[in-house]
Structure formats: C-alpha cells, structure tokens
C-alpha cells in the first residue's frame, strides 16, 4: 500500500509564507493525480487543491491565487506552497490520492501572530 507522508506544517503569521510536502513510498505521481485537505478545527474536512498526473491543477476558491500545488516525479513528492497565509488557513493539511483508503497524520498548519 502506498504511503503518503505529510510535512512542513508550522506557526506562520499572517500574510507570511510556508511550504507543505507530501512524500510517497514509491513512483506514483507520474500515474496519479494529488489532492491536498485540510481540517480546521470544529469543521469538516475540506478539498483545497489538486494536480493531475499531466500537471493540470485546481484551487477551492478561498486559496486560489496565494496557493501553488506543484509535483516533482524524481523526488516522489508533491508540494503546496501557501502564500499570503490567513488566520483562517490554520487547519491540519493532508495530502491523498484519489480512491485511496485512509488518510496520513497530517501537519498543523497555525496563522496567527
């Protein structure tokens, strides 16, 4: 079973920058598309943004513009870089592959000065 393992999650003040990874056990992301998730708390999990297995991407509305999803095949991991952070990003972020049980252990994302 793949494993996907999330990291770079932290304490960043608003309007800063920060930037996730998500690795995989194996070569994966040459054949699947990514989603990246996330948790706020009290909220239910929300969709944030995916890339395909051809580098298309999509954004929910409220990132779209200050975050990037991007994929680097050679290193088996995919990234979000979330710029102009918000109180309101400040959630636990997971990545996943589509049709895939289960969910990785998530990084805390916190915006907050």
């Known amino acids: 079973q793949v494993q996907l393992v999330e990291s770079g999650g932290g304490l960043v003040q608003p309007g800063g920058s920060l930037r996730l990874s998500c690795a995989a056990s194996g070569s994966i992301f040459s054949r699947n598309a990514v989603h990246w998730y996330r948790q706020a708390p009290g909220k239910q999990r929300e969709w944030v943004a995916t890339?395909?297995?051809?580098?298309?991407?999509t954004y929910t509305a409220s990132v779209k513009g200050r975050f990037t999803i991007s994929g680097d095949n050679a290193k088996n991991t995919v990234y979000l870089q979330m710029n102009s952070v918000k109180p309101e990003d400040t959630a636990v972020y997971y990545c996943?592959?589509?049709?895939?049980?289960?969910w990785g252990q998530g990084t805390q994302v916190t915006v907050s000065s």
């Open positions: 890339i395909t297995s051809s580098s298309a991407t």
């Open positions: 996943k592959i589509p049709a895939t049980p289960g």
